[in-house]
Nanobody
Framework: QVRLVESGGGLVQPGESLRLSCAVS????????IGWFRQAPGKERERVVC????????SYTDSVKGRFTSSRDNAKKILYLQMNSLKPEDTAIYYC??????????????????WGQGTQVTVAS
């Protein structure tokens, strides 16, 4: 019922920027939490940023603070991740996810029900 489709990934050099998009379709009701995750080869999936929609609070992982910014276009139902000053260690498959179940007290403590297929981001010289 809820579909998320990521786009915007690609190959860039260190220091360059990318903007990822996540198009959301399905019920028009707002979701409890929305987030971007990434997984690099041989590593665990990690949360990059998430937002608890009830109060608009946003939480970024330390490694991307000051470089990445998440935003939403509610009219178009698109979630964005603006990634600046990209580093090789940012290389990963990036996923967007959401949930409408408040299983935790904030966006970093919930089980995400709906996931996109992922988009590859590669940062290399």
């Amino acid at each position: 019922q809820v579909r998320l489709v990521e786009s915007g990934g690609g190959l860039v050099q260190p220091g360059e920027s990318l903007r990822l998009s996540c198009a959301v379709s399905g019920p028009s009701a707002d979701y409890y939490a929305i987030g971007w995750f990434r997984q690099a080869p041989g590593k665990e999936r990690e949360r990059v940023v998430c937002m608890t929609t009830s109060d608009g609070s946003t939480s970024y992982t330390d490694s991307v603070k000051g470089r990445f910014t998440s935003s939403r276009d509610n009219a178009k139902k698109i979630l964005y991740l603006q990634m600046n000053s990209l580093k090789p260690e940012d290389t990963a498959i990036y996923y967007c996810a959401t949930t409408n179940t408040p299983s935790g007290s904030w966006c970093g403590d919930v089980d995400y029900e709906y996931w996109g297929q992922g988009t590859q981001v590669t940062v290399a010289s």
